[in-house]
């Protein structure tokens, strides 16, 4: 079996709502909305990433979509938790349409002994 092949089959394995888009040439992993409505979030213009399923769980869907938004820059798109930095997890947020790098409810703090 192929690297890349290997790599998507367990991608697929782990997350459950992304994976692999079967015969798509553009897009490399599908994500499902909490609609059960599915779309590309990653495409093979972006880099590959080591696949990873980060401790905590994803805020709850908002109900509603803020007026404004805080001046930090863009949200960083991902496809899977590996995509985002530190201890932020890829979760779909219905404002953007998309899933994108959030603190999740629940993390572990690294702890430093002196």
């Not at 960083?76 to 779909?92: A, M, R, W, Y």
């Given at each position: 079996?192929?690297?890349?092949?290997?790599v998507l089959l367990s991608y697929a394995i782990i997350l459950g709502s992304c994976g692999p888009a079967p015969g798509s040439s553009r897009c490399r992993y599908w994500c499902k909305t909490p609609e059960n409505q599915y779309y590309?979030?990653?495409?093979?213009?972006?880099?590959?990433?080591?696949?990873?399923?980060?401790?905590?769980?994803?805020?709850?869907?908002?109900?509603?979509?803020?007026?404004?938004?805080?001046?930090?820059?863009?949200?960083?798109?991902?496809?899977?938790?590996?995509?985002?930095?530190?201890?932020?997890?890829?979760?779909?947020?219905?404002?953007?349409?998309?899933?994108?790098?959030?603190?999740?409810?629940?993390?572990?703090?690294?702890?430093?002994?002196?």
């Amino acid at each position: 079996m192929h690297f890349a092949s290997f790599v998507l089959l367990s991608y697929a394995i782990i997350l459950g709502s992304c994976g692999p888009a079967p015969g798509s040439s553009r897009c490399r992993y599908w994500c499902k909305t909490p609609e059960n409505q599915y779309y590309c979030c990653e495409d093979n213009n972006q880099p590959i990433r080591p696949v990873q399923e980060k401790f905590g769980t994803c805020p709850p869907v908002r109900l509603e979509c803020p007026q404004t938004r805080i001046a930090t820059g863009p949200p960083l798109t991902c496809s899977n938790d590996g995509s985002c930095p530190v201890s932020d997890k890829c979760c779909f947020d219905v404002c953007l349409k998309e899933h994108v790098c959030k603190l999740p409810l629940e993390y572990a703090l690294p702890i430093f002994f002196e």
